[in-house]
């Protein structure tokens, strides 16, 4: 069974704080994905990776940056925490495609006051 | 095994035309069906349905879920040159999101 996790159930950080989410898969995926997932709007991709260290913007990059320096870990980045990205975040993980079936995280979910 | 079928695999058609996609799933555990476009590496997210009957609308597309019949269908309206791409429908449970086969739209001028 694929496994992915994530270093966080839940995370309270304050406005203008760099906020680190980590995830991990064991199934030596190609392709990794940081969602957020807000209601009403569904499940939406902030940057997904194809490779070591190859990156690529999603629906909504802006304010997000990721690493994947290791190919079972993908890091994803807020520079500056803001409220408006009060969320649920999923990573996800697939073997090779982006259109194959991607295997999820449990998901962090982030406050930001 | 879950399984997201779309129909048709492939659609021609001019613009100002209408078009309907369809997806029916075989899942268990279902919680809800997402609708994306894709035109580049990955899909781009359209809708999240997860209750049967209601429409959800964003411009000129739309998109509505039959749990009972175990379907979806994407409209299209006013169809535009932008509008061509792979769209694909996919079933998500929380641990896993998958995709149906796509169906690649091509609108002409």
């Given at each position: 069974d694929v496994k992915v996790t994530q270093s966080s159930r839940y995370l309270v950080k304050r406005t203008g704080e760099k906020v680190f989410l980590e995830c991990v898969q064991d199934m030596d995926h190609e392709n990794m994905f940081w969602y957020r997932q807000d209601p009403g709007l569904g499940l939406r991709l902030i940057y997904?990776?194809?490779?070591?260290?190859?990156?690529?913007?999603?629906?909504?990059?802006?304010?997000?940056?990721?690493?994947?320096?290791?190919?079972?870990?993908?890091?994803?980045?807020?520079?500056?925490?803001?409220?408006?990205?009060?969320?649920?975040?999923?990573?996800?993980?697939?073997?090779?495609?982006?259109?194959?079936?991607?295997?999820?995280?449990?998901?962090?979910?982030?406050?930001?006051? | 095994e879950d399984k997201v079928v779309q129909s048709p695999l492939?659609?021609?058609?001019?613009?100002?035309?209408t078009v309907t996609l369809n997806c029916s799933y075989e899942v268990t555990n279902f919680r809800s069906l997402l609708w994306y476009k894709q035109e580049k590496k990955a899909p781009t997210?359209?809708?999240?349905?997860?209750?049967?009957?209601?429409?959800?609308?964003?411009?000129?597309?739309?998109?509505?879920?039959?749990?009972?019949?175990?379907?979806?269908?994407?409209?299209?309206t006013a169809t535009q040159t932008g509008d061509s791409a792979v769209y694909l429908c996919a079933?998500?449970?929380?641990?896993?999101?998958?995709?149906?086969t796509g169906t690649r739209l091509q609108v002409f001028p």
């Amino acid at each position: 069974d694929v496994k992915v996790t994530q270093s966080s159930r839940y995370l309270v950080k304050r406005t203008g704080e760099k906020v680190f989410l980590e995830c991990v898969q064991d199934m030596d995926h190609e392709n990794m994905f940081w969602y957020r997932q807000d209601p009403g709007l569904g499940l939406r991709l902030i940057y997904f990776s194809y490779d070591v260290k190859m990156k690529e913007k999603g629906d909504i990059p802006e304010g997000y940056s990721v690493s994947r320096e290791k190919k079972e870990r993908f890091s994803l980045i807020l520079e500056s925490a803001s409220t408006n990205q009060t969320s649920m975040y999923l990573c996800a993980s697939s073997l090779f495609g982006t259109q194959e079936t991607q295997y999820f995280g449990p998901g962090t979910r982030l406050l930001v006051l | 095994e879950d399984k997201v079928v779309q129909s048709p695999l492939s659609l021609v058609v001019h613009e100002g035309d209408t078009v309907t996609l369809n997806c029916s799933y075989e899942v268990t555990n279902f919680r809800s069906l997402l609708w994306y476009k894709q035109e580049k590496k990955a899909p781009t997210f359209l809708f999240m349905l997860t209750s049967s009957g209601i429409e959800k609308k964003s411009g000129r597309l739309s998109s509505i879920l039959d749990k009972k019949e175990l379907f979806s269908i994407l409209n299209i309206t006013a169809t535009q040159t932008g509008d061509s791409a792979v769209y694909l429908c996919a079933d998500y449970n929380t641990d896993k999101l998958i995709f149906g086969t796509g169906t690649r739209l091509q609108v002409f001028p």
